[in-house]
């Protein structure tokens, strides 16, 4: 199914100066999501807002139960209770090196959790892309400048990912019984020749891959194979993420980001109803 040029509407009014990590939580019917520059967790519920505030760069979740999170934040893995606020170390995350913070992240179909890492200043090749599974923490592909994109087929056969810079997104196999990667990646997507930059992805039920491209006001969706469908049009001309989400799994959510482009629309965060349902979220497993 190929839908025509939609446009998203603002979902929460707050400007983000780096919107990131958006997490539609099933159990709860809840969005959350972070603004890394402002080490800020946001989630509404109706009309009701919440925000929680730490003092390290805070970038991606998974959900583990009702009432707990698996945050990222530049040092380590962190249990996270949505109810007290309180969190505890699950496992730190390039906690020796002050030169980076983690991007961005998400579940996968085995109960892993995948999460990049980059320069504070998006220093070249300083980040990498990991996975924590089973209590083990484990570098996957390095280096990595930018890292973006990490999400995974409703087959549970490819995880995707991408170095933005490189404006390529790759496409990496997976072991059908662990889920750790099998072979060699390639390039799923080559956006060179359209100077665009890839940022966070989602894939739907369908298998289409969704990517919010940075500096283009835009989600772009692309075919199993690779081939462009659509776009949503964002106000936010940094849009950062999308993550599917609502009731029935097809309202869009997109980040944005405010950081060296003020203005209005920048930062929001953004939905709009696609007609497509969205995968729900993996559970982390710990």
Request: aromatic share 10%.
């Amino acid at each position: 199914m190929t839908i025509q040029m939609l446009t998203a509407s603002v979902f929460d009014d707050r400007v983000c100066q780096l919107g990131e990590g958006p997490l539609w939580h099933p159990l709860r019917q809840q969005l959350f999501w972070f603004d890394i520059l402002g080490k800020r967790l946001l989630t509404r519920l109706g009309d009701a807002q919440t925000v929680w505030q730490f003092e390290d760069y805070v970038s991606a979740a998974g959900w583990v139960d009702r009432d707990t999170l698996l945050i990222a934040s530049e040092n380590g893995l962190y249990r996270f209770d949505i109810r007290t606020g309180h969190r505890d170390l699950a496992a730190p995350l390039e906690a020796d090196n002050p030169k980076t913070r983690s991007n961005d992240g998400r579940a996968d179909p085995w109960g892993g959790f995948w999460i990049g890492t980059m320069g504070i200043k998006s220093e070249p090749d300083a980040g990498a892309i990991y996975r924590f599974y089973r209590g083990e923490l484990r570098q996957l592909f390095a280096p990595i400048t930018i890292s973006n994109s990490i999400c995974f087929s409703p087959d549970r056969r490819w995880v995707y990912y991408c170095d933005t810079p490189k404006r390529l997104v790759m496409r990496q196999e997976l072991c059908a019984d662990d889920g750790w990667p099998v072979g060699d990646p390639s390039v799923f997507l080559d956006l060179r020749s359209e100077g665009l930059n890839a940022d966070g992805s989602v894939v739907d039920e369908q298998g289409c891959l969704w990517n919010a491209q940075w500096m283009s006001s835009r989600i772009a969706r692309y075919s199993r194979d690779g081939q462009f469908m659509s776009s949503v049009a964002v106000a936010g001309k940094q849009t950062t993420c999308p993550a599917f989400g609502g009731p029935d799994m097809t309202t869009l959510f997109a980040t944005s980001a405010a950081v060296d482009l003020p203005g209005d629309g920048q930062g929001l965060t953004y939905a709009v109803d696609v007609g497509i349902k969205g995968q729900t979220e993996h559970q982390v497993i710990l």
